[in-house]
């Protein structure tokens, strides 16, 4: 128990000194990072102007209205922003292995996966993660009484996001020249989260809940915040330990 505790605190004091050591880098060049940021910012708030024209002429999408689904939106921005700015090679594993580059971290003394993951930061994901935040704040009622809860479940999907980027990146070992199957896949969890789950036929649903969870991203944790239940809070934390273990 102690050496686990201790080997706990080295972790986490290695994920931490990135993110402090990426973020004084990032600000050495203020312009570049706050364009980046701002260009992605912009981008997601594209993104929503389709979905506000779209509910001009439906008053709800399966049972999803415009509120629950910039809720959705936001809980998506936040996690994968949260995701790429801390573990900002959590989508680049494959091209890692294949280039060769893999060996540096293995040399070192920290854990080798989690040194891999946490040395870089994504620059643009800073907008991802500032323009869910405020999404949330700006649609949701009763948004300050719920931000904790919309943290949390912000937290769960980006680790679902780490987590699953690692799988599908993990295939180069076997594969050899996996980058553009797991860029694809992890392009692919991104865009089915953006979308209700209920939209989707039958079949669809059970991929976007088992091989590519795109659900547990997004539609379950944004109907945890229109209609909170311990046992689906439950589950959703379950599967989060699944993917990550």
């Not at 706050?34 to 929503?48: E, P, S, V």
């Not at 987590?163 to 692919?188: I, Y």
């Amino acid at each position: 128990a102690t050496y686990g505790g201790a080997r706990g605190m080295k972790t986490l004091r290695l994920v931490s000194g990135y993110l402090r050591h990426n973020l004084m880098a990032a600000m050495a060049y203020r312009g570049a990072f706050f364009l980046q940021a701002f260009g992605m910012l912009l981008n997601d708030a594209m993104l929503l102007f389709f979905w506000s024209i779209l509910f001009r002429q439906l008053p709800s999408l399966r049972g999803w209205d415009l509120t629950q689904v910039l809720t959705l939106y936001g809980i998506v921005a936040f996690g994968f922003g949260a995701a790429t700015v801390i573990c900002g090679n959590a989508t680049r594993l494959a091209r890692i292995v294949a280039s060769g580059d893999l060996d540096y971290y293995l040399a070192l003394p920290a854990d080798p996966l989690v040194h891999l993951l946490v040395s870089r930061m994504s620059l643009p994901a800073w907008g991802d993660l500032i323009f869910g935040l405020i999404v949330y704040l700006i649609a949701a009622p009763d948004h300050w009484t719920h931000l904790p809860l919309f943290l949390l479940l912000g937290v769960l999907s980006a680790l679902i996001v780490v987590a699953f980027g690692v799988l599908v990146g993990s295939m180069a070992f076997w594969l050899g020249r996996a980058e553009t199957l797991a860029g694809q896949l992890n392009d692919k969890i991104i865009a089915f989260s953006l979308y209700p789950i209920d939209i989707f036929p039958g079949l669809v649903r059970v991929l976007l809940y088992t091989l590519i969870p795109a659900a547990f991203i997004s539609s379950v944790p944004a109907g945890l915040l229109s209609d909170f239940r311990w046992e689906q809070l439950a589950l959703l934390v379950a599967f989060v330990a699944g993917i990550a273990a």
